[in-house]
């Protein structure tokens, strides 16, 4: 898959039918196929924006398009493969690739609660479908253990502000141990889960279970 975030093509948008958001629309209409197969395939992880040849080899494209995503964008891209249910790694990391792709290699594939939820192996289901079919949901939700994961994804430029009643997480009352897995930023909640997003990327909550 893509690391774009959207389909982004100005003028082949089918073309690039393989976006974060488009990944993200069949999670959000698929994601109890975890049920009939063993994982749900988030498929393959590209940080880089490639094009292929006759021979399927790959090359960076120039501009006037990015050679390489935002890093908020590859950090959407490697969540939506991890909240799917199991993914691969596509990025030539050896001597001769390219030094920022595998500098973003190291800094986002080794952080060690993204890479637990797919260690989890299961799909988070969407808190609410999209506004039609096409449409994919912008909020995850996952049960493990006694502990609530919460996925909320920003599709747009502008920060997103959320505002999400604990109860529809799933979770009941009292006060909740809340952390950011890509930050690290503690808090804590009751009642709602307030959170800004970033344009073009991705917060990930860990709620414990309350008391």
Do not use: C
């Not at 120039?62 to 596509?90: K, L």
């Not at 959320?162 to 979770?171: H, N, Q, T, V, Y």
């Not at 690290?184 to 889960?193: H, I, P, S, V, Y």
């Amino acid at each position: 898959m893509h690391g774009a975030l959207n389909n982004w093509h100005p003028e082949q948008p089918d073309r690039y039918q393989k976006s974060t958001e488009y990944l993200l629309n069949s999670l959000t209409y698929g994601w109890w196929l975890d049920e009939v197969y063993a994982f749900n395939d988030g498929d393959h992880v590209q940080l880089g924006n490639y094009e292929y040849d006759g021979d399927a080899n790959a090359y960076l494209l120039d501009d006037p398009y990015p050679s390489i995503w935002p890093e908020g964008q590859n950090r959407a891209r490697i969540t939506s493969a991890a909240i799917t249910g199991v993914y691969q790694v596509s990025e030539d990391l050896t001597a001769t690739g390219h030094p920022v792709i595998k500098q973003r290699a190291r800094d986002l594939l080794q952080n060690p609660g993204i890479n637990h939820l797919a260690e989890i192996g299961r799909s988070f289901a969407p808190v609410q479908a999209g506004p039609d079919a096409f449409t994919a949901s912008d909020t995850f939700v996952l049960h493990d253990d006694g502990t609530t994961y919460v996925a909320l994804f920003n599709y747009g430029s502008a920060p997103r502000r959320a505002d999400l009643a604990l109860r529809d997480l799933g979770l009941g009352g009292g006060r909740h141990d809340v952390t950011e897995l890509w930050t690290g930023q503690e808090n804590r909640a009751a009642g709602r889960l307030r959170a800004v997003v970033p344009g073009e990327d991705v917060r990930v909550y860990a709620i414990g279970s309350g008391r």
